[in-house]
T-cell receptor
């Protein structure tokens, strides 16, 4: 399984931008970069995903390095509700079990008022 | 409207018992999953299942068995429960089987906290 490396924890102030890094130096050409987050006492929820180009949606932005060996999840204005564990996951586009989500330790984001 | 629901939310039982956790999705998805999150918060895939294929994580004991009465349900049955089975179990679903995976977002249920005494 392709692996990712994330900081164990990060802190942010409310209403400030947050940049959550992820390293995935062994990424293959068919791997998509997915981000999920898990709020306390809840199931994980999808945040965003991308392949090569930067992506934006209502929740966040995903900046992908040109060599695809790293990416950054950007929360433009952190709110208290964004406090969660954020998981960066490589997901194969080849199908079958290779497409399953393999969760790492993630980054625990704390947001201070 | 609850997309992926699980029952019960909490389950406390004795070692050696057999128990089931139910999962239902009303999203019309073809693929469903079971994950286990242990006390250290590691989230691991146990099974993925669609109409045609059951994929089992090789580390899952055969005491665990998924049962799907129809496409909208994937229940988890556990035989001879052990202390180490205590965890939070999450059900999830996603739209397709194998392709196109690039937008195959998974939707998770709220989890079932299983405590084995």
């Amino acid at each position: 399984d392709a692996k990712t490396t994330q900081p164990n924890s990060m802190e942010s102030n409310e209403e400030e931008p947050v940049h959550l890094p992820c390293n995935h130096s062994t990424i293959s050409g068919t791997d998509y970069i997915h981000w999920y987050r898990q709020l306390p006492s809840q199931g994980p929820e999808y945040v965003i995903h991308g392949l090569t180009s930067n992506v934006n949606n209502r929740m966040a932005s995903l900046a992908i390095a040109e060599d695809r060996k790293s990416s950054t999840l950007i929360l433009h204005r952190a709110t208290l509700r964004d406090a969660a564990v954020y998981y960066c996951i490589l997901r194969s586009g080849d199908g079958g079990s290779q497409g399953n989500l393999i969760f790492g330790k993630g980054t625990k984001l704390s947001v201070k008022p | 409207d609850t997309a992926v629901s699980q029952t019960p939310k909490y389950l406390v039982t004795q070692m050696g018992n057999d128990k089931s956790i139910k999962c239902e999705q009303n999203l019309g998805h073809d693929t469903m999953y079971w994950y286990k999150q242990d006390s250290k918060k590691f989230l691991k895939i146990m099974f993925s299942y669609n109409n045609k294929e059951l994929i089992i994580n090789e580390t899952v004991p055969n005491r665990f068995s998924p049962k799907s009465p129809d496409k909208a349900h994937l229940n988890l049955h556990i035989n001879s429960l052990e202390l180490g089975d205590s965890a939070v179990y999450f059900c999830a679903s996603s739209p397709g089987g194998r392709s196109p995976l690039n937008y195959n977002e998974q939707f998770f249920g709220p989890g079932t906290r299983l405590t084995v005494l």
